[in-house]
């Protein structure tokens, strides 16, 4: 293996671990990668929202809207590990190796891999399911006191 080839391991735990800010796509595709550059967008929007309930509370409506954006962002880097330790040793180097056999290791599965997987399963859904959650049950909540504000 050369010192240049993607490790699947490595960019699967960056995924799960810190794909909220981007790092397994810039340690794939470098720091010009400009959907790399989304993640921390979307994260810094979630987080916003978070320091708006905060200081605000619950009933800010902006941050009904801007934390979900946070849960998407790591549902998103967990998605992308899911995939990146599922997929096969030669699709692997194929995409992300192509100067190296299909057969090179850098592709290869392993427990910490498999670790990573279930890491990011677990902590995906927690995330988006959470977050989702949040938002829309504070819409619905604030959909009811609209119309009780109709009907008196």
């Given at each position: 293996?050369?010192a240049?080839?993607?490790?699947k391991?490595?960019?699967?735990?960056?995924?799960?671990?810190l794909g909220s800010?981007?790092?397994?796509?810039?340690?794939?595709?470098?720091?010009?990668?400009?959907?790399?550059?989304?993640?921390?967008?979307?994260?810094?929007?979630?987080?916003?929202?978070?320091?708006?309930?905060?200081?605000?509370?619950?009933?800010?409506?902006?941050?009904?809207?801007?934390?979900?954006?946070?849960?998407?962002?790591?549902?998103?880097?967990?998605?992308?590990?899911?995939?990146?330790?599922?997929?096969?040793?030669?699709?692997?180097?194929?995409?992300f190796?192509?100067?190296?056999?299909?057969?090179?290791?850098?592709?290869?599965?392993?427990?910490?891999?498999?670790?990573?997987?279930?890491?990011?399963l677990?902590?995906?859904?927690?995330?988006?399911?959470?977050?989702l959650?949040?938002?829309?049950?504070?819409?619905?909540?604030?959909q009811i006191?609209?119309?009780?504000?109709?009907?008196?």
């Amino acid at each position: 293996m050369s010192a240049h080839a993607k490790n699947k391991t490595v960019a699967t735990w960056l995924a799960v671990l810190l794909g909220s800010m981007g790092v397994h796509r810039f340690y794939l595709r470098g720091l010009g990668d400009w959907i790399g550059w989304l993640h921390p967008m979307a994260a810094g929007l979630g987080w916003w929202g978070v320091n708006r309930v905060q200081a605000l509370g619950q009933d800010d409506k902006l941050a009904w809207v801007l934390i979900p954006f946070l849960g998407s962002s790591i549902a998103a880097g967990c998605l992308a590990g899911i995939v990146y330790a599922l997929s096969d040793r030669p699709k692997w180097n194929r995409w992300f190796n192509p100067a190296h056999n299909d057969e090179a290791s850098a592709g290869a599965t392993n427990w910490l891999t498999i670790g990573a997987l279930v890491l990011g399963l677990l902590l995906g859904t927690v995330a988006f399911m959470g977050s989702l959650t949040y938002g829309i049950q504070h819409y619905f909540e604030y959909q009811i006191e609209e119309a009780r504000k109709i009907s008196q």
